[in-house]
């Protein structure tokens, strides 16, 4: 949690949770995080994810209405800004531009540095625009290039499931200089390597070794989904078998 409590410029990480709620909660320890430190924030979310941060703030007397109006605080309702940026399935360097730089020029003679917290590419990739949230987290780095700002991206998706490893996750590693993982990752893995030893005679840890993180994009993500692209890239055919043995170990280990 380090990196998002700290959140130096220049830094533009992720994190995947399964559970929409545990999002919130790293979303909001990296914008109170922020405030504290005296930067500015700016959150492009959908109206739900808003006005739940807003009320976590509220609770925490940080008063999202008064940041506002003082210019410590920007908005960004993601769903009209996906419908004016996507076009034939891309998102639009200039009109990404456009929309988005102005925006962070206004915020930072207000802060100390620039905290975005965003969920554009989330929402693409939920519904199957995978190439275009790609494209986004690409426009972001690009963005950084003119602007100085830390960005944190949530996600969320079922990382214990061999369907999510289907899509091209390696790419959000590539676009990422981070893949932040946590206490549930951690624990997945040790389940991964008790069904692979269950399955192959030996913990997927000896099996995949450095191998795992050859690639760019993979050796960004933690050892659990890690181990898990690995199996999907090199152990195809038994990838679901894995995937449902390391579920139920996972289970019995928390129940």
């Avoid at 940041?67 to 996906?82: A, R, Y």
Wanted: aromatic share 8%; with cysteine.
């Amino acid at each position: 949690m380090t990196l998002l409590v700290e959140a130096p410029a220049g830094r533009h990480f992720a994190q995947f949770h399964r559970d929409p709620e545990t999002l919130a909660e790293s979303a909001f320890l990296f914008l109170e995080a922020g405030l504290r430190n005296g930067n500015s924030l700016l959150i492009v979310a959908p109206t739900q994810r808003v006005e739940q941060l807003f009320d976590r703030l509220a609770t925490g007397k940080l008063h999202p209405k008064s940041l506002i109006d003082s210019g410590q605080l920007g908005v960004m309702d993601s769903t009209p800004i996906i419908d004016q940026l996507v076009s034939d399935g891309q998102a639009e360097w200039a009109r990404f531009r456009r929309l988005i730089g102005p925006v962070l020029a206004r915020l930072a003679p207000h802060g100390r540095g620039t905290r975005i917290y965003g969920e554009i590419a989330h929402v693409l990739w939920q519904t199957g625009q995978t190439d275009a949230a790609i494209r986004l987290e690409d426009l972001w780095n690009a963005l950084a290039q003119a602007y100085t700002f830390s960005l944190f991206c949530g996600y969320t998706m079922d990382t214990h499931s061999e369907h999510t490893y289907a899509a091209p996750l390696e790419e959000l590693g590539r676009t990422h200089s981070d893949i932040l993982g946590s206490q549930e990752d951690e624990q997945f893995g040790v389940a991964l390597d008790r069904a692979s030893k269950e399955l192959f005679g030996v913990s997927l840890t000896q099996m995949a070794g450095a191998g795992a993180s050859r690639t760019e994009g993979a050796r960004r993500f933690p050892s659990g989904q890690r181990a898990m692209l690995w199996v999907k890239r090199n152990l195809p055919m038994s990838t679901a078998q894995l995937a449902e043995r390391a579920r139920f170990y996972y289970s019995t280990a928390r129940s």
